[in-house]
T-cell receptor, first 116, second 112 residues
Framework: NAGVMQNPRHLVRRRGQEARLRCSPMKGHSHVYWYRQLPEEGLKFMVYLQKENIIDESGMPKERFSAEFPKEGPSILRIQQVVRGDSAAYFC??????????????FGPGTRLTVL | DAKTTQPPSMDCAEGRAANLPCNHSTISGNEYVYWYRQIHSQGPQYIIHGLKNNETNEMASLIITEDRKSSTLILPHATLRDTAVYYCIVRVANNYGQNFVFGPGTRLSVLP
Protein backbone atom coordinates (compact mmCIF):
# COMPACT_ATOMS: atom_id res chain seq x y z
CA ASN A 1 0.00 0.00 0.00
CA ALA A 2 1.74 3.11 -1.20
CA GLY A 3 1.95 5.95 1.26
CA VAL A 4 1.05 9.57 0.72
CA MET A 5 2.76 10.85 -2.39
CA GLN A 6 3.77 14.41 -3.04
CA ASN A 7 5.32 16.00 -6.08
CA PRO A 8 7.46 17.65 -6.91
CA ARG A 9 9.81 16.96 -4.01
CA HIS A 10 11.71 20.16 -4.71
CA LEU A 11 10.40 23.25 -6.45
CA VAL A 12 12.25 26.44 -7.26
CA ARG A 13 10.34 29.54 -8.26
CA ARG A 14 11.21 33.17 -8.81
CA ARG A 15 9.31 35.89 -7.00
CA GLY A 16 5.97 36.53 -8.67
CA GLN A 17 5.62 33.06 -10.22
CA GLU A 18 3.03 30.47 -9.32
CA ALA A 19 3.73 27.28 -7.39
CA ARG A 20 1.57 24.17 -7.65
CA LEU A 21 2.08 21.38 -5.16
CA ARG A 22 0.38 18.01 -5.60
CA CYS A 23 -0.64 15.42 -3.08
CA SER A 24 -2.04 11.94 -3.68
CA PRO A 25 -3.48 10.48 -0.46
CA MET A 26 -3.11 6.90 0.62
CA LYS A 27 -5.45 4.47 -1.09
CA GLY A 28 -8.85 4.58 0.52
CA HIS A 29 -8.23 7.88 2.31
CA SER A 30 -10.70 10.66 1.61
CA HIS A 31 -9.38 13.34 3.96
CA VAL A 32 -6.40 15.51 3.03
CA TYR A 33 -4.53 18.07 5.12
CA TRP A 34 -1.83 20.55 4.21
CA TYR A 35 0.82 21.84 6.62
CA ARG A 36 3.69 24.26 6.21
CA GLN A 37 7.02 24.09 7.99
CA LEU A 38 9.24 27.12 7.92
CA PRO A 39 12.98 26.56 8.47
CA GLU A 40 13.76 25.57 12.06
CA GLU A 41 10.08 25.72 13.06
CA GLY A 42 7.29 23.23 13.71
CA LEU A 43 4.50 22.30 11.34
CA LYS A 44 1.59 24.70 11.00
CA PHE A 45 -1.82 23.51 9.85
CA MET A 46 -3.10 25.21 6.72
CA VAL A 47 -6.19 23.49 5.33
CA TYR A 48 -8.31 20.36 5.60
CA LEU A 49 -10.22 19.02 2.59
CA GLN A 50 -12.47 16.18 1.67
CA LYS A 51 -13.32 15.29 -1.90
CA GLU A 52 -14.57 18.47 -3.64
CA ASN A 53 -14.96 20.29 -0.31
CA ILE A 54 -12.83 22.56 1.82
CA ILE A 55 -13.71 21.73 5.40
CA ASP A 56 -11.35 23.94 7.39
CA GLU A 57 -9.06 26.58 5.93
CA SER A 58 -8.44 28.46 9.14
CA GLY A 59 -4.67 28.19 8.72
CA MET A 60 -4.49 29.40 5.15
CA PRO A 61 -3.18 32.88 4.40
CA LYS A 62 -6.05 34.98 3.13
CA GLU A 63 -4.37 35.94 -0.11
CA ARG A 64 -2.45 34.10 -2.83
CA PHE A 65 -3.03 30.62 -1.35
CA SER A 66 -5.72 28.19 -2.46
CA ALA A 67 -6.33 24.47 -2.22
CA GLU A 68 -8.55 21.95 -3.91
CA PHE A 69 -9.24 18.24 -3.82
CA PRO A 70 -11.20 17.35 -6.96
CA LYS A 71 -13.34 14.29 -7.43
CA GLU A 72 -10.62 12.80 -9.62
CA GLY A 73 -6.92 13.37 -9.21
CA PRO A 74 -4.64 14.68 -6.52
CA SER A 75 -5.11 17.52 -4.10
CA ILE A 76 -3.46 20.75 -5.24
CA LEU A 77 -2.02 23.53 -3.10
CA ARG A 78 -1.58 26.61 -5.24
CA ILE A 79 0.46 29.65 -4.32
CA GLN A 80 0.18 32.62 -6.62
CA GLN A 81 2.77 35.38 -6.95
CA VAL A 82 5.21 33.68 -4.59
CA VAL A 83 7.42 35.73 -2.28
CA ARG A 84 10.61 34.75 -0.48
CA GLY A 85 8.68 34.21 2.74
CA ASP A 86 6.81 31.33 1.08
CA SER A 87 10.02 29.29 1.05
CA ALA A 88 9.25 26.32 3.26
CA ALA A 89 8.51 22.62 3.32
CA TYR A 90 4.89 21.84 2.55
CA PHE A 91 3.57 18.56 3.88
CA CYS A 92 0.41 16.78 2.93
CA UNK A 93 -1.28 14.22 5.17
CA UNK A 94 -4.25 11.94 4.68
CA UNK A 95 -6.52 9.99 6.98
CA UNK A 96 -9.09 7.27 6.42
CA UNK A 97 -12.83 7.98 6.49
CA UNK A 98 -13.51 5.72 9.44
CA UNK A 99 -12.33 2.87 11.60
CA UNK A 100 -10.00 2.85 14.62
CA UNK A 101 -7.42 5.04 12.91
CA UNK A 102 -9.86 7.60 11.56
CA UNK A 103 -8.21 10.43 13.50
CA UNK A 104 -4.67 9.46 12.53
CA UNK A 105 -2.90 11.46 9.85
CA UNK A 106 -0.23 9.92 7.64
CA PHE A 107 2.22 12.33 6.13
CA GLY A 108 3.92 12.49 2.77
CA PRO A 109 7.61 13.30 2.20
CA GLY A 110 6.90 16.97 1.56
CA THR A 111 7.64 19.50 -1.16
CA ARG A 112 10.46 21.90 -0.50
CA LEU A 113 9.69 25.22 -2.10
CA THR A 114 12.49 27.70 -2.63
CA VAL A 115 11.65 31.18 -3.85
CA LEU A 116 14.55 33.07 -5.40
CA ASP B 1 -7.11 24.09 23.19
CA ALA B 2 -4.97 21.84 25.33
CA LYS B 3 -1.28 22.58 24.93
CA THR B 4 1.68 20.33 25.50
CA THR B 5 5.04 20.93 27.11
CA GLN B 6 8.08 18.84 26.21
CA PRO B 7 11.77 19.18 27.03
CA PRO B 8 13.58 20.71 24.05
CA SER B 9 16.20 17.99 23.84
CA MET B 10 17.28 14.64 25.28
CA ASP B 11 20.10 12.18 24.81
CA CYS B 12 19.87 8.42 25.01
CA ALA B 13 22.49 5.70 24.69
CA GLU B 14 22.01 3.24 21.86
CA GLY B 15 20.28 0.07 23.04
CA ARG B 16 18.80 1.71 26.11
CA ALA B 17 15.18 2.75 26.60
CA ALA B 18 14.31 6.31 25.64
CA ASN B 19 11.63 7.86 27.83
CA LEU B 20 10.17 11.05 26.41
CA PRO B 21 7.87 13.02 28.75
CA CYS B 22 5.00 15.28 27.82
CA ASN B 23 2.80 17.49 30.00
CA HIS B 24 -0.75 18.29 28.91
CA SER B 25 -2.36 19.54 32.10
CA THR B 26 -5.35 21.18 30.38
CA ILE B 27 -6.36 18.17 28.31
CA SER B 28 -10.10 17.58 28.15
CA GLY B 29 -11.90 14.30 28.52
CA ASN B 30 -12.37 13.48 24.86
CA GLU B 31 -8.95 14.52 23.60
CA TYR B 32 -6.40 11.93 22.57
CA VAL B 33 -2.63 12.11 23.00
CA TYR B 34 -0.72 11.48 19.78
CA TRP B 35 2.98 11.02 19.20
CA TYR B 36 4.72 11.68 15.92
CA ARG B 37 8.37 11.98 15.02
CA GLN B 38 10.22 13.76 12.26
CA ILE B 39 13.54 12.36 11.16
CA HIS B 40 15.76 15.08 9.70
CA SER B 41 13.61 16.83 7.11
CA GLN B 42 11.30 13.95 6.25
CA GLY B 43 7.54 14.00 6.72
CA PRO B 44 6.28 13.36 10.26
CA GLN B 45 5.79 9.70 11.08
CA TYR B 46 2.91 8.48 13.22
CA ILE B 47 4.06 6.50 16.25
CA ILE B 48 1.17 5.86 18.62
CA HIS B 49 -1.86 7.44 20.25
CA GLY B 50 -4.07 6.86 23.27
CA LEU B 51 -6.96 8.22 25.30
CA LYS B 52 -6.47 7.01 28.86
CA ASN B 53 -5.17 3.45 28.76
CA ASN B 54 -1.56 2.57 28.17
CA GLU B 55 -0.88 1.55 24.60
CA THR B 56 1.84 -0.50 22.93
CA ASN B 57 2.64 -1.22 19.31
CA GLU B 58 5.63 -2.40 17.34
CA MET B 59 7.32 0.98 17.59
CA ALA B 60 6.74 2.19 21.12
CA SER B 61 4.71 2.24 24.31
CA LEU B 62 2.61 5.12 25.57
CA ILE B 63 2.05 5.54 29.29
CA ILE B 64 -0.67 8.02 30.28
CA THR B 65 -1.05 9.02 33.93
CA GLU B 66 -4.32 8.34 35.65
CA ASP B 67 -5.25 12.04 35.74
CA ARG B 68 -4.23 12.29 32.05
CA LYS B 69 -2.20 15.40 32.70
CA SER B 70 1.01 13.87 31.43
CA SER B 71 2.30 10.98 29.37
CA THR B 72 5.54 9.25 28.46
CA LEU B 73 6.58 7.76 25.15
CA ILE B 74 8.92 4.82 25.57
CA LEU B 75 11.20 3.51 22.85
CA PRO B 76 12.32 0.26 24.48
CA HIS B 77 15.63 -0.21 22.66
CA ALA B 78 16.70 3.00 20.98
CA THR B 79 18.80 2.81 17.82
CA LEU B 80 20.70 5.50 15.96
CA ARG B 81 17.83 5.66 13.48
CA ASP B 82 15.53 6.83 16.26
CA THR B 83 17.33 10.17 16.34
CA ALA B 84 14.56 12.62 15.48
CA VAL B 85 12.29 15.35 16.78
CA TYR B 86 9.40 13.82 18.71
CA TYR B 87 6.11 15.65 18.89
CA CYS B 88 3.48 15.10 21.57
CA ILE B 89 0.16 16.40 20.29
CA VAL B 90 -3.23 16.69 21.86
CA ARG B 91 -5.82 16.51 19.16
CA VAL B 92 -7.97 19.60 18.88
CA ALA B 93 -11.46 18.92 17.62
CA ASN B 94 -13.26 21.83 16.04
CA ASN B 95 -16.48 22.18 14.16
CA TYR B 96 -14.95 21.31 10.83
CA GLY B 97 -12.46 18.55 11.32
CA GLN B 98 -9.23 17.37 12.78
CA ASN B 99 -6.64 20.02 13.39
CA PHE B 100 -3.27 18.85 14.73
CA VAL B 101 -1.18 21.48 16.49
CA PHE B 102 2.55 20.75 16.42
CA GLY B 103 4.74 22.33 19.09
CA PRO B 104 8.55 22.50 19.02
CA GLY B 105 8.86 18.87 20.20
CA THR B 106 11.81 17.09 21.81
CA ARG B 107 14.96 16.57 19.82
CA LEU B 108 16.15 13.08 20.76
CA SER B 109 19.75 12.21 20.03
CA VAL B 110 20.63 8.53 20.26
CA LEU B 111 24.33 8.23 20.94
CA PRO B 112 26.55 5.26 20.02
Amino acid sequence: NAGVMQNPRHLVRRRGQEARLRCSPMKGHSHVYWYRQLPEEGLKFMVYLQKENIIDESGMPKERFSAEFPKEGPSILRIQQVVRGDSAAYFCASSPPGGPLADTQYFGPGTRLTVL
Amino acid sequence: DAKTTQPPSMDCAEGRAANLPCNHSTISGNEYVYWYRQIHSQGPQYIIHGLKNNETNEMASLIITEDRKSSTLILPHATLRDTAVYYCIVRVANNYGQNFVFGPGTRLSVLP
